[in-house]
């Protein structure tokens, strides 16, 4: 279960990366079942590394900071500072309560599954792999294994690639709740507490957002 979900997206000229894109996401993840669980995010990429992830700093309070800078239309957000070749198939790493594992090609996920410590290792079914393959070609999925019985805020994930379209902020969710591929045809019962969910797309960004 998740809630309080915060999720930010803006770009940036980098004077070393270019044109970039910066996500944040931020929730209270809680483990209703047996055992592992993992959430999935689609990332519009090509290129995400675990050096592309960002320090969230030691309080972890940068989206809530900025959730209260647009709420009040006051706070003055100029201040927070976002820090900044051949990869394997598939990159196993740890990020504050996650192991994440980075793949071009979900499909190769299930084989790195052995990396991540047995109390984090979901069962994921291969058919949800095969529709983030069929349905989100070229982009990055990033597997964000996590347990932990009750809700637990994790630090935000923050990171920034280049994108495959520089006019198109992704703001990565997509709900199902059967562990399997999700039917884009069904409708889906979301957090009824909708004031729980806030999105920060890039208010000086003409970009679309999806």
Request: hydrophobic letters at 40%; aromatic letters at 6%; proline letters at 10%.
């Amino acid at each position: 279960m998740f809630s309080g979900t915060i999720v930010y997206c803006g770009r940036q000229h980098h004077p070393e990366h270019g044109l970039i894109h910066v996500l944040g996401y931020q929730n209270s993840a809680a483990n209703l079942a047996d055992g592992p669980n993992a959430m999935l995010l689609h990332l519009p990429t090509r290129q995400l590394t675990p050096r592309h992830f960002l320090s969230a700093g030691r309080t972890g309070d940068v989206l809530h900071r900025m959730v209260s800078a647009v709420e009040s239309s006051a706070a003055d957000v100029e201040g927070i500072a976002w820090m900044s070749t051949e990869t394997p198939t598939v990159q196993v790493f740890d990020h504050d309560v996650y192991t994440v594992l980075l793949a071009a090609d979900p499909t190769a996920i299930p084989a790195a599954l052995r990396q991540v410590p047995p109390h984090r290792r979901p069962d994921l079914d291969p058919d949800l792999l095969r529709f983030y393959a069929d349905h989100f070609p070229d982009h990055t999925i990033a597997v964000c294994c996590f347990d932990n019985a009750d809700a637990q805020r994790a630090k935000p994930l923050l990171l920034w690639y280049p994108p495959l379209d520089p006019d198109r902020l992704t703001l990565p969710a997509l709900d199902s709740h059967t562990g399997g591929a999700p039917d884009l045809d069904t409708a889906v019962a979301v957090d009824p507490d909708r004031r729980d969910n806030t999105l920060l797309p890039n208010p000086a960004s003409p970009s679309r957002v999806q």
